[in-house]
């Protein structure tokens, strides 16, 4: 007579943690005076008349309704995809005497620290300013027109200057300007409300013949607003709270479904579910042996009351069996399991997974086989 096992291996959750883991350079006719304008010339430029046409204006930078922010991402890591401004080139008509253009202004914000790169070759050290939100920046970068010159090349802004340019050309000129903004990461991040921002206003500029001056040649302002933004961190429950994996229907299984060392019975299918605000988009997962706690194998012991001797339990994932490792959700944990993950919004995530006993020895010893696992999750 064959010989049984009577079994009731289970797996139980541990926890689940999140881890943290100008000067002016005089050009030729129809070439750009690249500047920067200074507080003292900003100055003296309240007594100069008005030489453009055009009145203040709003230009909306549209940023997604929601981003899903990571505190396991680095400093500097783009939270949202560059967005740009229409491609106005009138929003004034000016007449200085010998050049016109247009500056962007950005001394009203503040400087996080933080820089990044753009990604049509401006300079690669782009001031990421800070917002209302800790931990949220918003980057930019700007380029103005002139009639006769074209566009100019694509540059960040300043903490203390205007900065922009002109172009020599026979007035009335059209000038105008463009802005890609992104958010970033600056540090450890606070959810809620990003305040729709002014992040930059777009400077009427002109130079007389002789170059001596370059200021801002009318009061109107083009502001450059971005919408408010939901800023979410991913939060994750399991809904799995204890997992019990039954190894066969009937509750037993007959020693000669082993036929020697390594040996398996068939997988039998489990899940771990968890709900999420704000869906991650990678999961980490470290099984650990509860018996053995340094068990860094692909076979779980059997718990200590077992009485069958000869098998472990392989847990697996995608038909290859997962390795065991220390309850531990620091990303790139020994045994760790990278899962991407693609839902957005408020979802419930399945997992899943199976599992089979293992034949351990040379012999199998009937009795009861049971074994027990933790699992410890990092999400971002």
Partial sequence: MADFISISAYFVTSCLRESRHENLQVRALKHWLKLQVGALALLSSGAAAAQCDGGNRTATLSLPTTVTASNDASPGTLLSPWVVSAE?????????????????????????????????????????????????GVALVHRWFNGPCGWSGWTGGSSNTIVGGACASAPPTDVGSQVFVALVKTGPITAGLLSAMTVMQGVPLGADEDHTHILPISPARISFVTNPVAIVTPTCTVTTQNVAVRMTSTGSLSTTAFTGRYSTSNPVAFKLQLRCSGTPARLGITFSDIRNPGNRSNILSLSAHSSATGLGVQILHNNAPVRYGRDSSAPGNQGQIVLNVHQGGESVIDLPFTARYIQTAYAVVPGRADAAASFTMSYH
């Fill in 88 to 136: 106005i080139s009138n929003y004034f008509s000016c007449w200085a005497d010998f050049a016109n253009g247009m500056g962007g202004d950005t001394r009203f914000l503040t400087d996080s620290t933080v820089r990044v790169a753009f990604h049509t070759g401006a300079q690669p050290d782009i001031i990421v300013w800070n917002t209302n939100l800790a931990g949220v």
